[in-house]
């Protein structure tokens, strides 16, 4: 479980002077997002490109509809209808925040879409519009958004990955690859934002979603639709975007009440030094199956040079 390490009571975190963006946020997980932002006193540039039904049923932009539901409530925001699939609206979504609000504070990374299909099926093309969206669309928005927070010396970027790139599920491959870049994105982001006091981590949400309804999921239905709704994501959320979360390079997966931590392990393994004790060959490796797969007394390096130094020592112990 999840422990606030401030000792801070929830309603003790707040936003007032910060500016928010949040991708994706006309509906769904998104609009969880912004409305909890702007309901703890955070400015949020609402960015979605999508239409939903109006109070008179016409088709609305659903950023604007969140913008108006943030407003009613007492909150400051403003909307924006710019595709994070290129970098020109990338860039468009950061001056939005810029021209309105004069800063980034918090960038929630949660724009997506989906495609359904076994792999043997795909036809590759519709795989790019996947990527363009998660995986372009996480670069696009967050270079010029992490420019704007190096130079405050300030920031907090969540991104969203999934269990699907994680741990796997069939007839979604180019989700679950272009949430797996994503992953990858953040690893490099923790390290080369730390020196900058930019704090980058990544929610997997387990939530009923307009994405979700397609997918092959028969746990969704074993529970009342009001126990997977996205608000029950939106504290993580909120929290990493905090200036009390002192954690970078998270992942944690959040649904329906449940919070926990998703992180790789490297199993001590088995090693063979190569000059004492000669070359490894396939047979060490068969034969040594048991070991290299125990999960006993696993590490998780903070990075791939910290997993190198792991590798020198054996390497170097040669008592």
Known sequence: MVHQSSGLPAGDFRYEGQVAIVTGAGSGLGRAYAMLLAARGARVVVNDIGMRPGPDGAPVSSAELTVREIRALGGEAVADTSSVATREGGQAIAERALSAYGRIDILVNNAGNISLTSFNKLDLADAAPIFDVH???????????????VRQQYGRIVFTTSGVALFGNGGIAPYAAAKGGVFGLLQVLKLEGARHGIRVNAVAPMASTQLTEDVEMPQYHQVSEDMVVPELVAPVVGYFA????PWTGETWSAGSGSVARIFI????????????????????????????????????????PAEWALLVDLLTDRK
């Open 242 to 245: 905090s200036r009390e979360c």
């Open 265 to 304: 392990g490297r199993t001590p393994g088995f090693f063979k030094h190569p000059i004492d004790q000669g070359a490894l060959t396939v047979e060490d490796v068969a034969g040594h199956v048991d070991r290299i797969r125990s999960e006993a007394d696993y590490t998780t390096p903070e990075s791939w």
């Open 135 to 149: 995986v372009w669309g996480a670069f696009n928005v967050t270079q010029p958004c992490y420019q704007q927070m």
